[in-house]
């Protein structure tokens, strides 16, 4: 019976210390330490995200019916939907914001050698978004950086 009550009280303390820990918590929400994590049952929901995005206004010479963006290009490159073209396209937004004349030659280089259509005409535009109000009425801001054409290979 005495085991049992130093048992009883053994989970009882490390169950209020558990409690205790996770309410400290609170005070840096951001800030997890093991094992003792955040009460919060959600992620916080960023305000405003940017992405970049690649939008072809031509392909092997001829205009486009309407503007299309790389991801939804299908029948247009090869492989629309590739996590690296992705990053690329993220990476060559930022050097172009940046106005790094050299990176975004590299990068340039390498999304049209590798995943554009020959001769290629296409911007480099921001989008700005609020995920909620995105999710909710599809609202987003678009703003075009730069435009720039593929060479003939």
């Given at each position: 019976m005495r085991e049992y009550r130093i048992l009883r009280s053994g989970v009882t303390l490390f169950?209020?210390?558990?409690?205790?820990?996770?309410l400290l918590t609170l005070l840096h929400p951001?800030?997890?330490v093991f094992p003792v994590y955040s009460w919060f049952l959600f992620a916080l929901v960023p305000q405003r995200q940017t992405l970049y995005a690649v939008?072809?206004?031509e392909a092997e010479g001829?205009?486009?019916?309407?503007?299309?963006?790389?991801?939804?290009?299908i029948n247009i490159v090869r492989d629309p939907h590739n996590v690296v073209v992705h990053q690329l396209i993220q990476q060559l937004g930022a050097a172009v914001e940046k106005q790094d004349v050299a990176q975004v030659t590299e990068l340039r280089r390498?999304?049209?050698?590798?995943?554009?259509?020959?001769?290629?005409?296409?911007?480099?535009?921001?989008?700005?978004?609020?995920?909620?109000?995105?999710?909710r009425t599809g609202e987003q801001r678009t703003e075009r950086l730069a435009m720039f054409s593929?060479?003939?290979r």
């Open positions: 169950l209020a210390g558990y409690f205790v820990g996770g951001r800030e997890e939008v072809l206004h001829r205009p486009l019916p309407q503007p299309i963006a790389y991801q939804e290009a390498l999304l049209e050698t590798n995943y554009l259509p020959a001769r290629s005409r296409y911007e480099v535009a921001k989008i700005s978004y609020e995920p909620l109000r995105r999710w593929t060479e003939a």
